[in-house]
T-cell receptor, first 114, second 115 residues
């Protein structure tokens, strides 16, 4: 596709369940980013990938959060044992790695933990 | 660590009014600065950027100047339109050379333009 896609667009889960969120970056973009936006807050950086390695995981809020990426393609963000404070919109973005400033954002996945 | 502070919204203006949305930042080194915009029902997109001190970013009639002495990157537009109604985010990257980096964002300012 032409842009970054994310699935599902909405996810409602019960507290304690695991969830997987998927991101398909723009073809050719070697860098991929995950952000979280809680209600009334700005975007919080979670993790970024360069290819399939993650040089910066500094934003992951706890060890319940993990992410992986297959080559320079799809990425999955997994949240284990979800808590109500995990409710947020999870945004994925991609970009070129060198000499480029713009990150291209997907539409996000709205996660609601009940 | 790095941080971005921008004025709280919503900001409500009449069409053709002058717009300023304030943004200040805290960062070490030489960050790059950005304004991203999210129109209703759309994804976040880059509006403009500035990569070094005194640079002016501009796009769609919007401007912002990178002021290192005041650590600011205020967004301005001389005459707003209803179509400018959106949420505006100020953000920074640690790098001035365009390398991949997780951005630090402000909380966003919701702008409402009334006809």
């Amino acid at each position: 596709g032409a842009g970054v896609s994310q699935s599902p667009s909405n996810k409602v889960t019960e507290k304690g369940k695991d969830v997987e969120l998927r991101c398909d970056p723009i073809s050719g973009h070697t860098a991929l980013y995950w952000y979280r936006q809680r209600l009334g807050q700005g975007l919080e950086f979670l993790i970024y990938f360069q290819g399939n390695s993650a040089p910066d995981k500094s934003g992951l809020p706890s060890d319940r959060f993990s992410a992986e990426r297959t080559g320079e393609s799809v990425s999955t963000l997994t949240i284990q044992r979800t808590q109500q404070e995990d409710s947020a919109v999870y945004l994925c973005a991609s970009s070129f790695s060198q000499g480029a400033f713009e990150q291209y954002f997907g539409p996000g996945t709205r996660l609601t933990v009940t | 660590g790095n941080s971005v502070t921008q004025m709280e919204g919503p900001v409500t203006l009449s069409e053709e009014a002058f717009l300023t949305i304030n943004c200040t930042y805290t960062a070490t080194g030489y960050p790059s600065l950005f304004w991203y915009v999210q129109y209703p029902g759309e994804g976040l997109q880059l509006l403009l950027k500035a990569t070094k001190a005194d640079d002016k970013g501009s796009n769609k009639g919007f401007e912002a100047t990178y002021r290192k002495e005041t650590t600011s990157f205020h967004l301005e537009k001389g005459s707003v339109q209803v179509s400018d109604s959106a949420v505006y985010f100020c953000a920074l990257s640690r790098y001035s050379g365009g390398g991949a980096d997780g951005l630090t964002f402000g909380k966003g300012t919701h702008l409402i333009i009334q006809p």
